[in-house]
């Protein structure tokens, strides 16, 4: 496979301009999906709205667990506001370029997206009823993947990449360490991405030889055409131990409102009133054992869905104290709801 160079230059962080293979075009392309993504959720009601981001397809264990496996790989281009897509851009505009320039497009466009689905299905397994968004993972998976071809070329480059490792390593240090002091910060997501980059860079760090050496000590270096057939077993490998990673999620997701709660939506859907209704009530019951905002979040909406289920049943007394719930508790953690269960409330004071 050609990764479209052949001669690289004296250090991993400087390269030609010459020649349309040296521009990183993946890097730009995936930053650019990022801030449309971004622009979207912004015109949808914004960034930092749950609602907003689980529309758009946002990591939400319960979710994933009743088959949108999809979410997967959206989580990895939304953010919750600027702060955190300009720390995630800034993040790929920096290592972006050197891994693609290192590695190809074709590699390194397929590091960045196995590194966030990585870090997504580590979330999943390990953080499963939190509501996950960034590119975080997939930028951990680049920052990996750069160390992996430092240490795989150190005997080639020398002490040109000593020190550029050395960094790397205390920056992801920095960063990890920042993320358990956190509170919001996904450091499993961080941390599925980081290993499954470092183990794709490695399988896939192309072979350079020295050319020349330097007066300053700098080595002027070539890379072969490709990386052997063989070493591509790396994705399938990774692939399986993601879908492994995934069931084990599925088998190991805690009990919580949410569960319930979307249980109850698919009763409902299908008409099923009675299945549906235990589902609302062991939702409401769940959430009780669930920390703010958190709680009421899930409560607005059990209280909403267990309101329209009381009122196809015929049961308008108990629909209405369902409703006016659901808007007292929406007005804490769910606007949506809260606007919702009122008009509905309204529609049946007028019947």
């Given at each position: 496979m050609d990764h479209g160079f052949r001669d690289y230059p004296a250090h991993p962080h400087e390269t030609k301009r010459s020649g349309g293979e040296r521009r990183p075009v993946v890097t730009w392309a995936l930053l650019a999906a990022n801030v449309i993504m971004w622009l979207l959720t912004t015109a949808a009601g914004g960034a930092g709205d749950s609602d907003v981001l689980l529309d758009f397809g946002a990591m939400f264990g319960p979710l994933i667990a009743s088959g949108e496996y999809w979410r997967l790989v959206t989580a990895m281009f939304l953010h919750a506001g600027i702060p955190h897509l300009a720390f995630n851009g800034l993040g790929l505009i920096i290592f972006g370029p050197q891994v693609e320039r290192a590695y190809g497009r074709v590699s390194f466009l397929t590091i960045y997206i196995l590194s966030g689905i990585s870090g997504s299905a580590a979330s999943y397994l390990?953080?499963?009823?939190?509501?996950?968004?960034?590119a975080s993972g997939a930028i951990f998976?680049?920052?990996?993947a750069l160390a992996a071809f430092l240490v795989t070329q150190r005997r080639v480059l020398g002490t040109v990449s000593q020190g550029t490792l050395y960094g790397l390593v205390l920056l992801l240090g920095l960063n990890l360490a920042y993320g358990l002091v956190t509170?919001?910060?996904d450091n499993w997501a961080h941390l599925g991405g980081l290993a499954a980059g470092f183990a794709l860079g490695w399988a896939l760090s192309p072979k350079l030889r020295l050319v020349a050496q330097t007066i300053f000590g700098a080595p002027t270096v070539a890379a072969d055409a490709g990386v052997p057939l063989r070493r591509w077993l790396v994705v399938p490998t990774l692939l399986i131990l993601l879908v492994a990673a995934v069931s084990l999620a599925e088998a190991t997701m805690p009990d919580n409102a949410y569960t319930h709660l979307y249980a109850a939506e698919r009763n409902y859907r299908r008409d099923n009133l009675e299945g549906a209704l235990t589902q609302a009530d062991a939702a409401i019951a769940s959430a009780d054992s669930m920390g703010l905002p958190q709680a009421l979040h899930a409560a607005a909406e059990a209280f909403l869905l267990r309101g329209r289920i009381y009122r196809d049943m015929g049961r308008m007394a108990e629909a209405r104290s369902d409703f006016a719930r659901a808007v007292r508790f929406g007005e804490f953690?769910?606007?949506?709801?809260?606007?919702?269960?009122?008009?509905?409330l309204q529609e049946m004071g007028r019947r």
């Open positions: 390990l953080n499963s009823i939190s509501i996950g968004v960034g998976g680049v920052v990996g509170p919001g910060i953690g769910n606007g949506r709801v809260s606007t919702e269960a009122a008009q509905l």
